[in-house]
């Protein structure tokens, strides 16, 4: 049973197992070889009468990241996206009610690893300023996407318009160096991509080869701001790092493909 985009499903008899991505360990990617590589799923819940799915897609404007699948004989209650925006305008509480379950009870393991690598990017490090509930919502807004082994994911002078970060595979960064291509560093499983800048929509210096399969969870540059724009003392303190940097964006290149962090130095 396949679930639409931006609708809310309630089980009204019956019940519906949810199925999500399984997230390899690193050692495990890494004993693995090409042929052998591939995505597993498994079952993260079991919903029962009055329960709900598919809030994630309809509150946070993203793709489904785990499927349903009826255990039984099944009926479910169907509210469209129309709908929806009706009841919650005239129920805001509903809403927020419904957002604060999805921090609550959606810690599963690529939650937790997605939580665990934004982190480690050096605006989202503080946790006083960028707290956990804001990178769980963010965590909501990737998407999973495979690459096949030689695919491009991006390319020199194409501009940064999403986040990656690396699920399963190995990625070649190269740069263009008198006229030839040069490899300038691998990055597998945890690492990040375009972090600084997705945050301009910069044209990069840099191409991403996949050097075998590679699975990504990918962050567009609207919904990362639509998320953090609700947050106060992180939106002022990102914008006042932006301000600073503005001029300089094209350069905010090499470093970051190596561990997230910049040379420049902000004054808070």
Not at 158 to 180: L, Q, V
Not at 211 to 226: G, I, W
Not at 239 to 251: D, R, S, T
Request: with cysteine.
């Amino acid at each position: 049973m396949g679930q639409a985009n931006k609708t809310l499903f309630y089980v009204i008899a019956g019940n519906v197992n949810i199925t999500a991505w399984h997230l390899m360990k690193k050692e495990e990617i890494l004993e693995l070889n090409d042929d052998k590589m591939h995505s597993t799923n498994k079952k993260i819940r079991e919903l029962h009468l009055g329960q709900y799915f598919g809030e994630i897609s309809y509150l946070y404007d993203t793709t489904t990241t785990a499927a349903a699948h009826a255990g039984n004989y099944t009926t479910l209650g169907l509210l469209e996206q129309a709908k929806a925006d009706e009841l919650f305008s005239s129920f805001p509480d509903y809403r927020e009610l419904i957002e604060s379950n999805t921090i609550e009870n959606y810690i599963d393991d690529q939650m937790l690893f997605l939580v665990s690598v934004m982190r480690r990017i050096e605006y989202l490090e503080d946790e006083e300023i960028a707290s956990t509930e804001m990178l769980t919502k963010l965590a909501h807004c990737f998407k999973q996407e495979t690459f096949e082994k030689g695919q491009q994911l991006f390319e020199v002078n194409t501009k940064a318009t999403k986040m990656y970060i690396i699920a399963e595979g190995f990625i070649e960064i190269a740069t263009i160096m008198d006229g030839s291509e040069m490899q300038i560093d691998y990055l597998t499983y945890a690492s990040s991509m375009n972090a600084w800048m997705m945050l301009f929509q910069s044209n990069l210096n840099v191409s991403a080869h996949c050097k075998s399969k590679v699975v990504c969870y990918t962050l567009p540059q609207h919904l990362f701001f639509k998320i953090v724009s609700k947050y106060n003392d992180f939106n002022c303190y990102l914008m006042q790092k932006l301000a600073v940097i503005q001029e300089g964006a094209e350069n905010l290149i090499t470093l970051d493909y190596v561990s997230g962090k910049t040379f420049l130095q902000f004054n808070t």
